[in-house]
């Protein structure tokens, strides 16, 4: 089986830069991702990516497609990695659709959804049930929904759905709001939103869909109906399939300044890993360190003779 010089594993900001840098450095590469954009395309409202002074994640997103495509990167989307694992001098990839060996392998899979575990969540998922307001928002208009979470995905799925929904619930289980002030005033002056802290979510109910949630303010247990429940808790790394790396207590790969990992071969690059700072920015400049270092390592290393 032919070896390659890398494998990308995610097609995020992080992913798609490690992609051009790898490009253009005549690398022999393939992409394996889930889907393209991560979870840069969920962002509504971007105004902290230089050189657009405000962007949405879709248009953005469209953009890297675009410079990716340039480029004539070998792209393998809806082909999420199951494992990932060193095997002699080579690494092995596998995804849901096929085998791969590489000499180096870049994991830039980002993060998933956190889910709220709760009575109903499951059984109502996709049907009433959603983790993206920018993909779903356009569903529920005319109707009242509910938002989890209080920090800025939380904000930022509530300003989205202003413009859609009829009333909106914004369920925090902290005392307080964390999301950035701007948005919170923004929300504050829509008056569409009823805000609830210290609140907890016990039940998601319904019949085919969802009808209501049951919810815990102290000792006090009310039903709030709404036909739509947001889940904006933050999310988790999607690093599970890369089991023999170092990963701290949240489950993020540790790198160091090079973006190496714990095993030779294998680097990682953006949200998945413990680097500061969850930004899309941050993901480019970290797919960039990536690629570079894995460069570097095959033109260091002594390579047996494939085959």
């Known amino acids: 089986m032919k070896c390659l010089d890398l494998v990308i594993v995610g097609a995020g900001?992080?992913?798609?830069?490690?992609?051009?840098?790898?490009?253009?450095?005549?690398?022999?590469f393939i992409m394996?991702?889930?889907?393209?954009?991560?979870?840069?395309?969920?962002?509504?409202?971007i105004e902290n990516y230089l050189g657009y002074q405000f962007i949405t994640g879709v248009e953005l997103v469209k953009k890297f497609r675009e410079h990716v495509e340039y480029f004539n990167l070998e792209i393998r989307e809806?082909?999420?990695?199951?494992?990932?694992?060193?095997?002699?001098?080579?690494?092995?990839?596998?995804?849901?659709?096929?085998?791969?060996?590489?000499?180096?392998?870049?994991?830039?899979?980002?993060?998933?959804?956190?889910?709220?575990?709760v009575?109903?969540?499951?059984?109502?998922?996709?049907?009433?049930?959603?983790?993206?307001?920018?993909?779903?928002?356009?569903?529920?208009?005319?109707?009242?929904?509910?938002?989890?979470?209080?920090?800025?995905a939380g904000l930022d799925a509530v300003l989205q759905l202003i413009k859609i929904a009829r009333k909106i619930f914004l369920l925090e289980f902290s005392s307080r709001i964390t999301g950035d002030a701007v948005m919170l005033e923004k929300i504050k002056r829509s008056g569409k939103v009823e805000i609830y802290t210290e609140t907890r979510v016990e039940e998601i109910y319904g019949n085919t869909?969802?009808?209501?949630?049951?919810?815990?303010?102290?000792?006090?247990?009310?039903?709030?109906?709404?036909?739509?429940?947001?889940?904006?808790?933050?999310s988790k790394p999607?690093?599970?399939?890369?089991?023999e790396v170092k990963k701290n207590e949240k489950g993020e790969i540790i790198?160091?300044?090079?973006?190496?990992?714990?095993?030779?071969?294998?680097?990682?690059?953006?949200?998945?890993?413990?680097?500061?700072?969850?930004?899309?920015?941050v993901a480019c400049g970290e797919g960039a360190k990536a690629a570079l270092a894995a460069f570097l390592y095959l033109g260091k290393k002594a390579w047996k003779k494939e085959g």
């Open 13 to 28: 900001p992080g992913g798609m830069t490690a992609g051009i840098y790898a490009a253009r450095k005549k690398m022999d």
């Open 255 to 281: 790198i160091n300044p090079q973006c190496e990992t714990s095993v030779p071969g294998i680097f990682a690059a953006g949200d998945v890993t413990n680097v500061f700072g969850k930004q899309i920015i």
């Open 238 to 243: 999607a690093s599970g399939f890369v089991k």
């Open 119 to 152: 009575k109903g969540e499951k059984e109502f998922k996709n049907r009433g049930v959603t983790y993206c307001a920018t993909c779903d928002a356009p569903l529920f208009a005319g109707k009242d929904v509910a938002v989890i979470g209080g920090g800025n």
């Open 32 to 45: 394996v991702t889930r889907d393209i954009g991560g979870q840069a395309i969920l962002s509504s409202d």
């Open 209 to 234: 869909f969802v009808k209501g949630l049951r919810v815990r303010k102290g000792e006090q247990v009310k039903e709030i109906e709404v036909e739509g429940v947001f889940v904006e808790i933050g």
């Open 78 to 117: 809806n082909e999420p990695a199951r494992v990932v694992q060193k095997e002699g001098d080579f690494i092995r990839v596998e995804t849901e659709k096929s085998k791969y060996f590489a000499k180096t392998v870049i994991v830039a899979s980002g993060r998933v959804p956190r889910e709220l575990g």
